[in-house]
């Protein structure tokens, strides 16, 4: 048994043309961190849908080995291993050989920590406005080979976010999550894509949990509800007098156009543009 | 330590009680300048008037299982009731049921029906022969509140896309946008309980002398298990499926009430109810108070308040052994 590992080792080790050593190239992610990964990348283990979708925007997509049983966009991703949901499955991860591990740092601080510290690299992309989303996915294409689509890819939503930023106009609450009740302020890459909308937001910072009483005492223009909690508003305290109510202005939005710091934004984005910019009816 | 005449006491706890849901009104993240009526009456007060019925339905539970069990470390939660409403909260909002029932909220009605259905079933498993035994009752509680914590366990690994509703409801809430409909389903659960147990009172008294004395005295212990348990249940049942998990108030109030006013139950249980209420609310306001801008989970601060105290209670009667 011991023998065949050899011969097998000898024939891989021989069929390598001499000087073919593999390529590394150094990134700096998100963190400042400089990470060093085999270059194209080959098996990426993403774990986090958002890192899913990017990889496949900018057409990595082959080179995606594992993701989490959450990464549900784009289709194809579902058709990818598992390597499990927000606990990671350090067997199966193991089992696919990673070169390079892709994750937000800052909703998955541990695990990174506990993937970098099994000798893999992780790479962490972080967003905090549109911006951050276009660097992002021109930093994917660089970091896997795929420089040309991720650049077309960022163009594109440049241009989306450009033709419909405008002024701040109708105050709105943005609410995508209703047990416990909460909200993106401006802080966020969804309030940022809001603000371009031309929205005023009745919230400030980041992402945050509200009391209900701030909604009644800010009283919005334009209510968005960005979950499909089954829910019975008009118990609400105060609702039927919100103003955004009298006036039918409250919506319900898809979600996943809203909270993920990916290129599906932007149809939030453009669907948020058209409902701020709607005259009371 | 000398008693406190429990007639006073009731008067002074009833305005306290006023005061503490008044003061409820005052705090909040909205400033005195921007404060409306609406926010006033229909969500500040609600509020208060709501924690106040929760603290109230907790103590009184607390009270009524102390009693029937002959032990003060029995709370609200023992005979299952919390485990079971937590496994039909969070199997309703992992599963992703969605539908309304009787109007109410699927995670408050699975709740509910949790909280009773492992109450019921700690008494089916106790029924050996006709006769339940408190001891295996306590036990049998114990056994299921494992089980379905085991399962809430297995359940948020599944799936959790929806991770935050659960552990919400697992620290407890008052911040609710619609607290007077959450009154509304907490109101019936304590007039009823507090009947039961109102009309059990001297029975509760008698059971303190052990089972045998009060069967010798005239109690129906057997039929008074099943009612004392079902109201305690309930009262627990209607606070845990509307504002989730809140330890410690039905531990703390029964056992400060007692030491206070004696172990009369027909003193002790109003005195329990409302000092029950009037904790909660004042815990809900330092919570607001402490952080206006963020809403604290009240389960944490009632268990940061209550866990020194269970240990002093634990202390105390150590020494006396």
Same mark, same amino acid.
């Given at each position: 048994?011991?023998?065949?590992?050899?011969?097998?080792?000898?024939?891989?080790?021989?069929?390598?043309?001499?000087?073919?050593?593999?390529?590394?190239?150094?990134?700096?992610?998100? #963190?400042?961190? %400089?990470?060093?990964?085999?270059? =194209?990348?080959?098996?990426?283990?993403?774990?986090?849908?958002?890192?899913?979708?990017?990889?496949?925007?900018?057409?990595?997509?082959?080179?995606?080995?594992?993701?989490?049983?959450?990464?549900?966009?784009?289709?194809?991703?579902?058709?990818?291993?598992?390597?499990?949901? %927000?606990?990671?499955?350090?067997?199966?991860?193991?089992?696919?050989? =990673?070169?390079?591990?892709?994750?937000?740092?800052?909703?998955? =601080?541990?695990?990174?920590?506990?993937?970098?510290?099994?000798?893999?690299?992780?790479?962490?992309?972080?967003?905090?406005?549109?911006?951050?989303?276009?660097?992002?996915?021109?930093?994917?294409?660089?970091?896997?080979?795929?420089?040309?689509?991720?650049?077309?890819?960022?163009?594109?939503?440049?241009?989306?976010?450009?033709?419909?930023? #405008?002024?701040?106009?109708?105050?709105?609450?943005?609410?995508?999550?209703?047990?416990?009740?909460?909200?993106?302020? =401006?802080?966020?890459?969804?309030?940022?894509?809001?603000?371009?909308?031309?929205?005023?937001?009745?919230?400030?910072?980041?992402? #945050?949990?509200?009391?209900?009483?701030?909604?009644?005492?800010?009283?919005?223009?334009?209510?968005?509800?960005?979950?499909?909690?089954?829910?019975?508003?008009?118990?609400?305290?105060?609702?039927?007098?919100?103003?955004?109510? %009298?006036?039918?202005?409250?919506?319900?939005?898809?979600?996943?156009?809203?909270?993920?710091?990916?290129?599906?934004?932007?149809?939030?984005?453009?669907?948020?543009?058209? %409902?701020?910019?709607?005259?009371?009816? | 330590?000398?008693?406190?005449?429990?007639? /006073?006491?009731?008067?002074?706890?009833?305005?306290?009680?006023?005061?503490?849901?008044?003061?409820?009104?005052?705090?909040? $993240?909205?400033?005195?300048?921007?404060?409306?009526?609406?926010?006033?009456?229909?969500?500040?007060? $609600?509020?208060?008037?709501?924690?106040?019925?929760?603290?109230?339905?907790?103590?009184?539970?607390?009270?009524?299982?102390?009693?029937?069990?002959?032990?003060?470390?029995?709370?609200?939660?023992?005979?299952?009731?919390?485990?079971?409403?937590?496994?039909?909260?969070?199997?309703? @909002?992992?599963?992703?049921?969605?539908?309304?029932?009787?109007?109410?909220?699927? !995670?408050? !009605?699975?709740?509910?029906?949790?909280?009773?259905?492992?109450?019921?079933?700690?008494?089916?498993?106790?029924?050996?022969?006709?006769?339940?035994?408190?001891?295996?009752?306590?036990?049998?509680?114990?056994?299921?509140?494992?089980?379905?914590?085991?399962?809430?366990?297995?359940?948020?690994? @599944?799936?959790? $896309?929806?991770?935050?509703?659960?552990?919400?409801? *697992?620290?407890?809430?008052?911040?609710?946008?619609?607290?007077?409909?959450?009154?509304?389903?907490?109101? /019936?659960?304590?007039?009823?309980?507090?009947?039961?147990?109102?009309?059990?009172?001297?029975?509760?008294?008698?059971?303190?002398?052990?089972?045998?004395?009060?069967?010798?005295?005239?109690?129906?212990?057997?039929?008074?298990?099943?009612?004392?348990?079902?109201?305690?249940?309930?009262?627990?049942?209607?606070?845990?499926?509307?504002?989730?998990?809140?330890?410690?108030?039905?531990?703390?109030?029964?056992?400060?009430?007692?030491?206070?006013?004696?172990?009369?139950?027909?003193?002790?249980?109003?005195?329990?109810?409302?000092?029950?209420?009037?904790?909660?609310?004042?815990?809900?306001? !330092?919570?607001?108070?402490?952080?206006?801008?963020?809403? *604290? /989970?009240?389960?944490?601060?009632?268990?940061?308040?209550? !866990?020194?105290?269970?240990?002093?209670?634990?202390?105390?009667?150590?020494?006396?052994?």
């Amino acid at each position: 048994m011991r023998r065949l590992a050899w011969i097998l080792l000898l024939v891989g080790s021989c069929s390598k043309p001499p000087g073919s050593e593999p390529v590394t190239r150094s990134f700096a992610d998100s #963190r400042g961190k %400089i990470v060093t990964v085999p270059w =194209p990348p080959r098996r990426i283990v993403s774990i986090l849908p958002s890192a899913t979708e990017l990889l496949f925007a900018v057409g990595a997509g082959e080179q995606v080995a594992g993701v989490t049983t959450y990464c549900d966009w784009p289709p194809e991703a579902k058709t990818k291993p598992k390597i499990g949901d %927000i606990v990671v499955d350090y067997e199966r991860l193991a089992n696919l050989k =990673p070169d390079l591990v892709v994750t937000f740092w800052s909703l998955t =601080p541990k695990t990174g920590a506990e993937i970098e510290g099994k000798g893999y690299p992780v790479f962490s992309l972080e967003s905090r406005s549109l911006e951050d989303i276009i660097s992002s996915l021109r930093t994917v294409g660089a970091l896997t080979g795929h420089e040309t689509q991720a650049e077309s890819c960022a163009a594109t939503l440049v241009a989306r976010v450009k033709a419909v930023s #405008r002024e701040p106009g109708p105050t709105f609450y943005f609410e995508h999550s209703a047990e416990p009740l909460g909200t993106a302020g =401006p802080g966020t890459y969804t309030g940022d894509a809001l603000r371009r909308a031309g929205g005023r937001n009745i919230f400030d910072d980041g992402w #945050r949990l509200i009391d209900w009483e701030s909604v009644m005492a800010r009283d919005p223009e334009i209510i968005l509800i960005a979950h499909d909690r089954n829910e019975d508003f008009e118990k609400r305290a105060g609702w039927s007098k919100l103003r955004a109510v %009298i006036h039918k202005r409250v919506y319900f939005v898809a979600k996943e156009h809203y909270v993920y710091p990916t290129p599906r934004l932007a149809d939030g984005l453009e669907e948020a543009a058209r %409902i701020f910019r709607e005259k009371n009816p | 330590m000398k008693r406190i005449p429990s007639g /006073p006491a009731l008067l002074v706890l009833i305005l306290v009680a006023a005061g503490a849901v008044g003061l409820s009104v005052l705090a909040g $993240p909205t400033s005195a300048g921007n404060l409306t009526r609406d926010i006033v009456l229909q969500y500040r007060l $609600p509020r208060g008037i709501l924690a106040f019925l929760v603290g109230a339905s907790l103590g009184a539970s607390g009270a009524c299982f102390q009693g029937l069990f002959r032990n003060p470390l029995a709370d609200p939660f023992v005979v299952g009731v919390s485990s079971g409403a937590a496994l039909g909260a969070v199997a309703s @909002i992992v599963l992703g049921f969605e539908t309304l029932i009787f109007g109410l909220a699927p !995670a408050t !009605a699975a709740a509910f029906a949790g909280a009773l259905g492992a109450s019921f079933l700690a008494y089916g498993i106790a029924r050996v022969r006709g006769r339940v035994p408190v001891t295996t009752l306590l036990l049998a509680g114990s056994a299921i509140g494992s089980f379905a914590g085991a399962m809430v366990s297995i359940l948020i690994l @599944i799936n959790t $896309p929806r991770w935050s509703e659960v552990v919400t409801w *697992l620290m407890g809430s008052m911040s609710h946008p619609d607290p007077w409909s959450r009154v509304l389903v907490v109101v /019936p659960c304590l007039i009823v309980s507090l009947g039961v147990m109102a009309v059990y009172a001297r029975d509760l008294n008698l059971l303190l002398l052990g089972e045998e004395s009060a069967r010798q005295l005239g109690a129906e212990t057997e039929r008074l298990k099943i009612f004392l348990l079902g109201a305690g249940a309930l009262a627990a049942a209607g606070a845990v499926a509307t504002c989730g998990m809140i330890g410690f108030v039905g531990l703390i109030v029964p056992n400060v009430a007692r030491r206070l006013v004696g172990p009369d139950h027909r003193t002790l249980l109003p005195i329990t109810v409302l000092s029950g209420g009037i904790l909660l609310t004042l815990a809900d306001v !330092a919570a607001r108070l402490a952080s206006p801008q963020f809403p *604290l /989970p009240i389960g944490a601060v009632t268990a940061l308040a209550g !866990a020194p105290f269970f240990v002093y209670i634990l202390r105390q009667r150590s020494a006396k052994m």
